[in-house]
């Protein structure tokens, strides 16, 4: 038989259609061949106007088909694949989204296939957010989908116990032996009728509220992300991005009295190592301008003195560059003893000339920062123009505070500003920046 693409074109009759290839980045080989290999010529401008199937033996010209392909991330996808595509990312859903796609799409097609309607039914916008919040960790609504259908389960069930009780209570009392039997027969028909309407029962509708929620979906999977705080010194939020959206990501260091040595722990990856170690040799280079000591109070803060940096979840992998500015805030609340303001977040890659670089992900990590009720955000101010992406009502709760170097970063990051050598501790002019 011809092959799924030459069957395709069959089906739709024209030579200029739309193949969608969803989730290109799970192809596998196998005992039958490379299926990412035999894309490559299909995708490629300058040979798929001759694409031979290999049942026709045929050449057939593919130069007019768009094709849209489809991945959750471009890590395992053959890099020759990936050069003959145009990349476009597409941001995960807001919280607000997610709430309108439940309440138009989601709710009403679950009640359809569970048999209930929206007199039997309803949940309010403000569980659907506790349902996306605490219940699901996603980019999409897929989870979401689900924890719906279980809470329609639930009350179908609930409804149908509550019309099964009528019709038995009725079975006895309604029925006479004197009587005849054909009204005997009358009278158990109507029962039965009665018990059988479900259009508007005694208890409808079941309203579903935070305490039904947890009956039905038991505890909340992911807790508030504001429950941490930063409490002591050496303790900062950064921003973190990964496939299923923008998390929080706090960063905790310590000190102890040693030769110098660096503890990194958390399931860190290598870019992420560098980062940390760019940021402590940064901070000893500038110790002196910044007041930084060590335990002694001598001027190198690395000087007899080991640090372990650690980064909660430690089983989850992390990598990338742009925790750095995290890292150097971190270090330099404990090397100065000072508390990082609680209602900031930051992201940015450092160099070793103190200078902040942009990072991606964007939209989704000041989403994870309003979603964590944070106030400030700080990062590069080279993304200042990946802030239009984000909606206005949330950039309306924000202060964003746009850094070019590590120095902004530092008087940003800590109530009244970092004090210097050279300069007084004064509270900073720090303009928002929308």
Not at 225 to 236: I, K, W, Y
Request: with cysteine; net charge negative; hydrophobic share 40%.
């Amino acid at each position: 038989m011809p092959g799924r693409i030459i069957n395709g074109l069959k089906t739709v009759g024209v030579n200029n259609p739309v193949f969608l290839l969803d989730e290109v980045d799970k192809l596998g080989k196998s005992l039958q061949g490379d299926p990412a290999a035999a894309l490559l010529e299909v995708l490629d401008p300058e040979q798929n106007h001759s694409f031979t199937d290999h049942y026709l033996n045929v050449a057939f010209d593919l130069s007019q088909v768009l094709f849209i392909a489809t991945a959750n991330t471009t890590a395992t996808i053959p890099p020759a694949l990936l050069d003959r595509m145009e990349v476009l990312q597409v941001p995960g859903y807001t919280q607000e989204e997610k709430v309108e796609i439940a309440h138009r799409h989601l709710i009403p097609h679950q009640l359809e296939q569970h048999g209930l309607t929206p007199q039997q039914l309803q949940i309010p916008p403000h569980t659907t957010q506790d349902i996306i919040s605490r219940y699901t960790r996603e980019a999409g609504v897929r989870s979401l989908e689900r924890k719906i259908g279980a809470i329609c389960r639930a009350v179908a069930v609930k409804v149908a116990e509550g019309h099964k009780m009528p019709k038995q209570e009725s079975a006895g009392p309604q029925q006479d032996a004197g009587q005849p039997e054909d009204e005997r027969e009358r009278v158990g028909y109507e029962a039965e009728r009665e018990s059988a309407d479900l259009s508007a029962p005694p208890e409808m509708p079941i309203l579903i509220d935070p305490t039904a929620l947890k009956d039905i979906l038991g505890p909340p999977l992911f807790d508030m992300e504001v429950s941490e705080r930063l409490t002591l010194p050496g303790v900062a939020v950064g921003l973190a991005w990964t496939p299923l959206g923008g998390e929080i990501m706090f960063v905790e260091a310590s000190r102890m009295e040693g030769d110098g040595q660096l503890t990194l722990t958390g399931q860190l990856g290598d870019v992420m190592k560098e980062s940390a170690h760019l940021a402590i040799s940064w901070l000893r280079s500038n110790a002196k301008f910044y007041q930084l000591t060590n335990l002694a109070g001598h001027p190198d803060p690395m000087e007899g003195t080991d640090i372990h940096l650690h980064f909660p979840a430690g089983a989850v992998l992390k990598d990338g560059p742009s925790a750095g500015v995290t890292i150097v805030t971190c270090l330099a609340s404990l090397f100065s003893g000072r508390l990082v303001r609680s209602d900031v977040a930051m992201t940015g890659e450092i160099t070793l000339r103190g200078l902040v670089l942009p990072v991606g992900g964007i939209k989704d990590k000041v989403l994870a920062a309003h979603r964590a009720g944070l106030k400030r955000v700080i990062l590069p101010t080279r993304n200042e123009k990946d802030l239009e992406e984000i909606p206005a009502h949330i950039r309306a709760e924000l202060d964003f505070v746009a850094a070019a170097s590590v120095d902004q970063v530092l008087n940003a990051a800590f109530s009244g500003g970092f004090p210097t050598a050279s300069s007084p501790l004064t509270q900073p002019h720090l303009a928002s920046k929308l």
